[in-house]
């Protein structure tokens, strides 16, 4: 779980904290206060950390939580462009507490030059842009401390993801799926772990690969659930002359008894939430950053949302931004950030010591959480 995070020169996040982080955090601020840089923040750090190359300019602190052990990373990058005659500058860092020890350095890395703190192989090299971590393990063998202390705080930084807004295009046409399109998006999956941003895509492979999940998606949206779809159906077309040849796939959805509609078909708010749910279990993230949940969803139906969302808190954080005082009314007041901008640059805090009592005694007294968030806001 992220403990912590310390963004720096990242957009319109020049100095922003975000500390004593549980299970849900939500942003809350006007328009173009910097709620998104936040969380897109988030995700070029661990993306950078992760993926093949590092990319991006930036300055992050990541403390991840795990067990006993707190894992403290930095990366700080200036890459420079094609035309600028200037080398690009990477520094990274790794330090972990576990349990009442003294918190150790891991390694440090300056550019191509890594030196481990560790009983091992004391200096290593990289590329200009390759990540640290993930090279270290690949490196090293798994019984080194070095690669057996990284590769827990690797497997939670490459599942850290975002959802934003924007569907994916392949959702928004007709939705139907080709072959081509399945083995290209396949292939790309099965060589980064990243599903991309369309849920069609995940259920084509769930309903190809997996005997659980389907059902469990059909009962969070069925009349047990959420009361969306009554059925999802999936379907192919085949070869005439080879029944084993499949040329399309597609997926029906049945809101109704008398009806089946194809996913681009369906309302947006239903789409909206069909995409979270299929998100929520096929990618089975560490970190959820979510844009907006309540986006084009009935706020009747946003607290179930959210309440299923919370429900798998055991297998992943949220950090959601948001204007819905349905989803405010959900939360702790602790688990709440306010996010303003002074002089183009973002701000967050969390509320006071003072706010907290007042808010608890509002709430008791008087009204919701999402009422006394906005006497704060007025203040």
Not at 104 to 120: A, M, S
Not at 247 to 261: K, T, V
Request: negative net charge; proline residues 4%; hydrophobic residues 40%.
């Amino acid at each position: 779980m992220l403990k912590r995070v310390e963004i720096e020169n990242y957009r319109s996040c020049h100095n922003v904290v975000l500390d004593d982080l549980g299970p849900m955090t939500v942003l809350l601020g006007r328009n173009a206060v910097g709620k998104t840089n936040i969380l897109r923040a988030i995700q070029w750090a661990a993306e950078a950390a992760t993926s093949s190359e590092v990319s991006g300019d930036g300055a992050i602190t990541l403390e991840v939580q795990l067990g006993e052990s707190v894992y403290r990373y930095s990366l700080k990058t200036n890459i420079s462009s094609a035309w600028e005659n200037k080398p690009s500058e990477i520094i990274e860092s790794l330090e972990i507490h576990e349990g009442n020890a003294a918190a150790r350095k891991i390694f440090t890395r300056k550019d191509k030059d890594v030196e481990l703190l560790t009983p091992e192989i004391k200096e290593i090299a990289l590329g200009a842009l390759t990540p640290c971590m993930p090279a270290i393990v690949s490196l090293l063998p798994a019984d080194q401390s070095a690669a057996k202390v990284i590769q827990p705080l690797l497997k939670v930084l490459e599942r850290i993801r975002y959802y934003p807004l924007e569907a994916d295009d392949l959702d928004t046409s007709v939705g139907i799926v080709s072959r081509e399109e399945y083995d290209s998006w396949l292939s790309r999956y099965s060589a980064t772990d990243d599903p991309g941003n369309s849920v069609l895509m995940r259920l084509l492979h769930l309903f190809q690969t997996n005997a659980v999940l389907p059902q469990e998606i059909h009962d969070l949206l069925g009349s047990t659930g959420l009361g969306l779809v009554k059925d999802i159906r999936m379907d192919s077309f085949k070869s005439p002359d080879d029944p084993q040849k499949i040329f399309y796939y597609f997926f029906l959805f049945q809101p109704s008894e008398q009806s089946f509609f194809y996913f681009s078909s369906l309302s947006a708010g239903t789409q909206r939430i069909i995409r979270l749910i299929v998100s929520l279990l096929f990618d089975q993230s560490s970190v959820m950053l979510i844009e907006h949940p309540e986006d084009t969803i009935h706020r009747g139906l946003l607290r179930k949302v959210i309440d299923v969302l919370q429900g798998y808190s055991d297998q992943h954080q949220l950090i959601i931004s948001s204007h819905s005082p349905v989803v405010f009314d959900t939360l702790d007041p602790k688990a709440v950030r306010l996010v303003t901008m002074e002089d183009d640059v973002t701000k967050v805090r969390a509320l006071t010591s003072e706010e907290l009592r007042a808010a608890k005694l509002f709430m008791e007294e008087e009204g919701s959480l999402s009422d006394f968030i906005e006497t704060v806001e007025e203040e």
